[in-house]
Structures are given as C-alpha cells and as structure tokens.
C-alpha cells in the first residue's frame, strides 16, 4: 500500500483545507489545479480518484464528522485526510478495510506528526464499522450527497423520469466514474478509450464529453440549408465543441469555404485553445476577447456572423460529478456570479448575427433557475423569434453526469 500513502499525500495539496491555506490555489477552480498537475505529470490515476471523491462525498463526510466530534481539530487540514479516507472507505469496493485504514493511520502520523494517529484511527474505524449503513442511506437518499441547499433546491420532478433532480445528480455522484476517456478523432468520429491508449496518442485526439458531442449532434441538422459563411465561437476554451462542429463529416465540404473564429475571455484557455485547434487541424482565427464587457471587438470580428455558437460561463453546476468542488459553494452565489456576464455577453452577441443567420447559446447547467434566465432574456432580445431548446442528462451509457442545455434561434 505504499503507493496508496503517496497517492493520498499527493491528493491532499489538493482538498479544500490545504487549498484555503495555499492562497493561490484557492482562487483557481479544482479543474485549473488538477491540469496543472497533469501537465507536470504528478498526478496519477489513484491520486486523482482520490481527490475527486473526497469532494463527491463532503456533505456525508461533514453530517458524520459533526456527530463524531464537537471540537475543532488542529491543524486543520487533517480533517482533508479524514475526508480523504471516509470518502476512500465508502467508495472502494475491492480495497480491504483493513489495510485502507493502516495506510491513512500510517499517512497521517507521516504528514501530521505521530500524536495525531489515535484521532485517525478511531475515526477511520467508526466509518468502517458504519460502512453498510452509509452505503445503504446514501443509495436510498442520494440527494444527501448535495448537501441540504442544493438538495432542496433540486427537490422537483425531472422529465421522463420518477426521480427528483436531487436525487437523479446524487446518485451519478456516487457511481464511480468509467475508467475511460470521451475522445474525438480528426474524422470527427468520438469513442470512449482507457486513458492508458488515450494518453498514447498515436494519432491526434482530445478529450471531450458526450453531451459535447450530443450538442453538436442536435445542432448540426437544424442548419441545413444556412449559411455559414463567418462562423464564431465566442466562447471557446478549451475548444471542444467548436473542434467538434468543424470536424463533422456532414459539415466537411460546406467548411472547406467557412472562415471560423474562436474568442476567448482568459489567456491561458486561450493558449490551450490554440494548441488543441493546431492539434486537431482545425483551423480558425483565435482572439483574447471579452464580449459584453463594452470592449469593441478586433476588426476581423466587427463584421456579422453566419452562426454564432455560445457557450456561455456558467455555474457549472450540470457537470458536479466532474467538478465536485463545486459541492462546496453556495448556488445561489454561484448563479448571480454569473448572471450579469450571461446577460451581458448575450446582449453582445446578438446585435452580431448576420440576417438569416443563427445564434446556438449552451449551458453545462440543469439548474432551473439558471436556464429560466437564459430562456427568459433570450425572448426579450429576440421576441418574435422561435426558441428551439434542448437538454442532454446523461453519457451514451445513460450515466446522469454530465447535463446540457442548449437554445437556437434562427435570426
Ligand atoms: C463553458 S466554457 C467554454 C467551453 C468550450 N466551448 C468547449 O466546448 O470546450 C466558457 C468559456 O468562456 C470564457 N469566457 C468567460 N467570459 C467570457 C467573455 N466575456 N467572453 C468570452 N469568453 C468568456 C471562459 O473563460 C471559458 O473558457
């Protein structure tokens, strides 16, 4: 187990009490720091797990911490490693109680100092002990692993299903997620590969989820006929979908004559843009740009645009099994976060569609609130104009973790 012990001291740098205490980490989201760590190559496929869910089980770890123990401990930080071994303990199925325990005991007299084994221990005991219960409370409340705001907030009917949407995002918090990676190929053509062939790379791919794909896949059909002369991504980093929609096979031939932009607000992303554009052979003008900040945009993108995809910052919250850190914040600060920005980017953008043209905006959110707002403000822009919507829950296994929303209108 001595490569578990390294996993975990790895992983830890990355929970919330190290990050709080590292400020740099803390104003960058989880994914920002994990792409650090992949780019350095320090972080492996166990550490990683490892991190993800100990944020994927918070919430439980907090109500059986609570009942636990009244006082604070110090430092804090060790409450990471207790939140690493609970969430080890309730999501390993195959690893032996036993040594589990030993290692995080053996972690935290390294990391923490000696005097803090007998804490470890009789904590990591009484999870084991309460393993079963967990389990089966968790399966039959899933909603708890979001925490009682975001369970109360999502407590409502989802479509074509029995359960709530409390439960439908809970419960794809507790699968474990594939071993395996969404790639797109340069034939346009995306397949789920373990991450030992994808990391490979013998020929050019990147990583992109399928309700990336399912979007492009829902959009494409409904322009035929259009024009797409100028097309625009104007929110584009790290460049999935717009890779995406330029490598379809329908799109092959009306491409070859299309000019394609790609904006982006952040620099790095844009540089990230930038390479898996060049990996992939796409290619399409790049600018650093922030739409609906008043800002004019470069001469090459003052002109109208055939189609303008955007996929608009958003509070993410659709993709929780991916980015569990955000179990950690506040939705409602989470949506008026940005709120404005939406507003504003899309009040741009409008004004930017060439007559005849059409403006496809995207969400990574199934948050009702969020959505309404979109929908509301793109029917007082464009009042006489038909909305057409779409929502994607789930990968092509049906696994509810990633959700999307989408809108087109045609101008
Ligand atoms: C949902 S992500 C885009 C994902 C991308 N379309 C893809 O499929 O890979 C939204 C992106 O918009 C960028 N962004 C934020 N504010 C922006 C603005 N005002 N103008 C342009 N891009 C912005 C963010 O940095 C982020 O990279």
């Not at 992949?38 to 439980?60: K, S, T, V």
């Not at 709530?164 to 419960?171: K, Q």
């Not at 929609?245 to 790609?262: G, H, I, K, N």
Request: some cysteine; overall charge neutral.
């Amino acid at each position: 187990m001595s490569h578990l012990s390294r996993d975990i001291e790895t992983a830890l740098a990355l929970l919330p009490e190290h990050r709080k205490k590292s400020k740099r980490s803390f104003v960058l989201t989880l994914d920002d720091i994990l792409d650090d760590y992949r780019l350095g190559l320090e972080l492996n496929a166990n550490a990683f797990d490892l991190c993800m869910h100990a944020y994927r089980f918070h919430h439980p770890f907090e109500a059986f911490w609570a009942q636990f123990r009244s006082k604070s401990v110090k430092p804090k930080e060790i409450r990471d490693l207790m939140l690493m071994g609970f969430a080890a303990l309730l999501s390993r199925n195959q690893a032996p109680v036993e040594a589990v325990v030993d290692t995080f005991v053996n972690t935290t007299k390294k990391v923490f100092g000696a005097h803090t084994a007998g804490l470890t221990n009789a904590f990591l005991r009484e999870v084991a002990r309460s393993r079963d219960r967990l389990r089966a409370q968790l399966s039959a409340h899933p909603e708890e692993m979001l925490g009682p705001v975001l369970a109360a907030r999502w407590d409502r009917p989802i479509a074509r299903s029995t359960e709530t949407l409390a439960a439908a995002m809970g419960r794809a918090l507790l699968v474990r997620p594939p071993a395996t990676i969404g790639a797109l190929g340069i034939d346009g053509a995306w397949s789920e590969m373990k991450s030992a062939h994808f990391l490979r790379q013998e020929e050019p791919r990147i990583a992109i989820d399928f309700s990336s794909v399912g979007f492009v896949r829902w959009l494409v059909p409904q322009l035929k006929g259009r024009p797409l002369g100028r097309v625009l991504d104007a929110c584009a980093a790290p460049g999935g979908k717009i890779i995406a929609f330029a490598l379809q096979p329908e799109l092959r031939d009306v491409m070859a004559s299309t000019e394609l932009y790609a904006t982006e607000a952040k620099f790095k992303r844009l540089t990230r843009l930038e390479q898996n554009l060049a990996k992939m052979s796409v290619r399409a003008k790049t600018a650093l740009h922030s739409w609906g900040e008043g800002s004019p945009p470069p001469p090459a993108l003052a002109e109208p645009f055939d189609l303008i995809l955007a996929d608009l910052p958003c509070t993410g919250l659709g993709t929780l099994a991916s980015k569990p850190d955000l179990l950690l914040e506040d939705p409602a600060e989470l949506l008026s976060s940005v709120a404005n920005l939406q507003v504003n980017i899309l009040r741009d953008l409008v004004g930017r569609v060439a007559p005849g043209g059409s403006l496809a905006v995207s969400l990574c959110s199934n948050d009702p609130e969020e959505l309404e707002r979109v929908t509301v403000e793109l029917g007082r822009l464009l009042p006489d104009k038909k909305l057409e919507f779409w929502t994607f829950c789930g990968d092509n296994e049906g696994r509810t973790s990633q959700w999307m929303a989408a809108w087109l209108v045609r101008l």
